[in-house]
C-alpha cells in the first residue's frame, strides 16, 4: 500500500525544480505544514512566502509576482481558496492571464469530520466556470508528479486539486502514460464507460473489474484535466457504449457529471448517469466512511452501474 501523499510529491517536484529556477515561488496562507511545503520553506526561504490567514492576498500576491516574470504556485486548503479569494482569482488570475498556478490542498471531504465548513465540494464547478481557468484532479502520486513537472514550464493559470491522504497506485514510476489535457484510457469495454477524476479513479476501476466479473464490459477514463475536458476521449469511447457514468467527489451540480453531461446530451444520444456527493452536507466521518455510505466505493459504483445496464433505473 502506497504511504506517499499526492501533496509530498508536489513539494518534492517543487524543490527539485526551484533549486534550478530562483524564478518558482511557493506561497502558503498558514498552511505550509497541511500542505507539506514545510520542507521546501526550510530548502528554499528565500523562494516561500508565508501571507497568514488571508487568502485574498495570498491568491492576489502570487497574481503580482507571475508579472514580474516568477512563476508562483500559492497554496491553501481547497475549501478556502475556491470561496474566500474567488474574486481574486476571477479578477487577478483569470481575467489577468497570470502565470499562477492554485494548489487547492485537503480537497473534496478530506478533513473528513471537521464537515462543511472544510469541505470542498463546489471548488470544480466555481473555478470550472471561470474564463481562461483550468481544472486538474490527478489521480495518484505518479500522476501528479508528471503534471507539476509540466506545469512548472506553463505559463496559463490552472487550479489543481490535491487530496490529503495517500491514495493507492494506479500507475508506476516507469509506467504513467501522460499528455497534457489528454484523458487516460486505463481499461477497454463496449457496456458502459466510467469516466472518474481525482481519487475516484482507484475506485471506479475497481467498480469496472467487479461489473466485468458480471459480464459487463466496461471502460475506464482517468480525466485529470476536468478542464478542458477532453471530448475526443469521450467521442472515441462512446461509439458502442451503452452507458456513461461519471464519478467525482464533488457536489452533483457543476462539477465533472455535470460537463460530461452536457457534451453529451449536445453531441450524441446516450444515457448518462452522475455519480457523486449529495446536495446536503455530508456525514460526519472520514473519507472511506463518507464514500462507502454514499457509494462512491467499488461496491457502490458497480452496483449502480450495473442496476441501470439491467433494469434501466
Sequence with gaps: MNNITNRQVVCDVLIEKAKLDRDIIVLCSDSRGSASLAPFAEALPEQFIEVGIAEQSLVSTAAGLSKCGKKPFAASPASFLSTRAFEQIKVDVAYSNSNVKLIG?????????????????????????????????????????KLFEILIDDDKPAYIRIGRNAVEDIYSEDDCPFMMDKATKIMN????????????????????????????????????????????MINDCLKETKLIATVEEHSLFGGLGSMVSQYVAKNHIKRVINLSLPDEPVITGNSKQVFDHYGLNAKGIAETVSRYLEHGK
Excluded: F, W
Design 105 to 145: 490542498i485537503s480537497g473534496g471531504i478530506s478533513y473528513g469530520a471537521l464537515g462543511m465548513t472544510h469541505h470542498s465540494a463546489q471548488d470544480i464547478a466555481a473555478l470550472a466556470a471561470i474564463p481562461g481557468m483550468r481544472v486538474y484532479l490527478p489521480s495518484d502520486r505518479h500522476q501528479t508528479r
Design 189 to 232: 469495454g463496449s457496456d458502459a464507460l466510467i469516466i472518474a477524476c481525482g481519487e475516484m479513479v482507484k475506485p471506479s476501476i475497481d467498480a469496472a473489474k467487479l461489473l466485468n466479473s458480471k459480464g459487463h464490459t466496461t471502460t475506464v477514463l482517468d480525466m485529470y484535466c476536468v478542464k478542458p475536458l477532453d471530448t475526443d
